[in-house]
């Protein structure tokens, strides 16, 4: 009884959860956009209180984009794209070293983000229960992955980093059986991907919808030419 209920749950939460998340994700953030531009901003507090605010911010941000985009591609990219210069446990041993530098960025800066949000009355004031909602899912979804960590040291052959990729993949490029890959895995890998997945499932209901407006277009454009008054 047990088992099936177990195999119930492992099939729904890791077989059907993500695409039901991916249809909210685009479908709600193509929805926000359209019925709600006023709404798509960062909503910074900034201006209300300054204090240790760039150092948090910061170390939130950038420790956010590193994780994101080694997930990214640590996931998602095949392993016989790399497999002839970099094998499973190198592999591993470079996310556990890159991941948990930019992961102690993350919980570290998204603490204290947390912390101004939860006591500084001005910044509270101004906060939605999603605001801080979401902050304290993405600060919790950090620290559990700083745990995984701790569940990898213990087995340094890249198997299971292996086969959390072979299930994103299969997610991602429907590639069908997705949810036999997480049969055997750990809890902590379970319980982070979960939350991974809860966050997207949130992301067009936040203020993390303005991720979509990235100004690349600064990159690219002209100086803007300031003349004195003469």
Request: with cysteine; aromatic share 14%.
């Amino acid at each position: 009884m047990f088992d099936a209920i177990s195999t119930y749950l492992n099939h729904l939460i890791y077989g059907y959860y993500p695409y039901l998340v991916g249809t909210v994700f685009l479908i709600g953030s193509l929805m926000r956009y359209d019925h709600g531009q006023f709404t798509w901003k960062t909503g910074s507090s900034q201006m209300l209180s300054s204090k240790n605010m760039r150092l948090a911010s910061n170390l939130f941000h950038v420790g956010i984009i590193v994780i994101f985009f080694g997930h990214l591609f640590g996931m998602l990219t095949p392993h016989w794209m790399y497999d002839r210069f970099l094998d499973p446990s190198t592999k591993q041993l470079l996310a556990i070293v890159v991941g948990g530098i930019a992961g102690a960025m993350c919980v570290v800066g998204g603490a204290m983000l947390l912390h101004r949000r939860l006591t500084n009355a001005r910044v509270k004031a101004s906060s939605s229960i999603m605001d801080t909602a979401i902050l304290g899912l993405i600060v919790f979804q950090a620290a559990l992955g700083m745990v995984t960590i701790l569940f990898s040291l213990g087995h340094m052959d890249g198997e299971m980093m292996v086969t959390l990729a072979s299930w994103a993949q299969a997610i991602v490029f429907f590639g069908g059986g997705a949810a036999y890959y997480m049969e055997e895995v750990s809890w902590i890998y379970k319980l982070h991907i979960f939350v991974g997945l809860t966050i997207i499932l949130l992301f067009p209901f936040s203020r993390l919808v303005h991720v979509w407006s990235v100004p690349f277009g600064y990159i690219t454009r002209r100086y803007q030419l300031v003349r004195r008054r003469g």
